[in-house]
């Protein structure tokens, strides 16, 4: 049974860092780009940022760039988003991604990320 479980979201002020975590089972992970998306209220999901299955390329979002980083760690299954210098606009719920080149692909069920003082 394929699994993507999100978590690390919360409440964090403007200005404030939080670190999101996704463990993935069921699947070979390694062979799998990861992926993290997120979708504000009212407004449609959208590519926050991307590792490929080799670690050998990333890709953000510009909204985000320079602000978060995505890594992976392939022993233990897990994909990470570092979010730092948060802003109010980077609330939203943050969902888990992985994407196989033959076009199959996962959602976690997301974690809610609020940004707020």
């Known amino acids: 049974q394929v699994r993507l479980v999100e978590s690390g979201g919360g409440l964090v002020q403007p200005g404030g860092s939080l670190r999101l975590s996704c463990s993935a089972s069921?699947?070979?992970?390694?062979?799998?780009?990861m992926s993290w998306y997120r979708q504000a209220p009212g407004k449609e999901r959208v590519l926050v940022a991307s590792i490929g299955s080799l670690a050998d390329t990333l890709d953000y979002a510009d909204a985000v760039r320079g602000r978060f980083t995505i890594s992976r760690d392939d022993d233990k299954n897990m994909v990470f988003l570092q979010m730092n210098s948060l802003k109010t606009e980077d609330t939203a719920v943050y969902y888990c991604?992985?994407?196989?080149?033959?076009?199959?692909?996962?959602w976690g069920r997301g974690t809610l990320v609020t940004v707020s003082s």
């Open positions: 069921g699947f070979v992970f390694s062979t799998y780009a």
């Open positions: 991604n992985a994407r196989h080149y033959s076009g199959i692909q996962y």
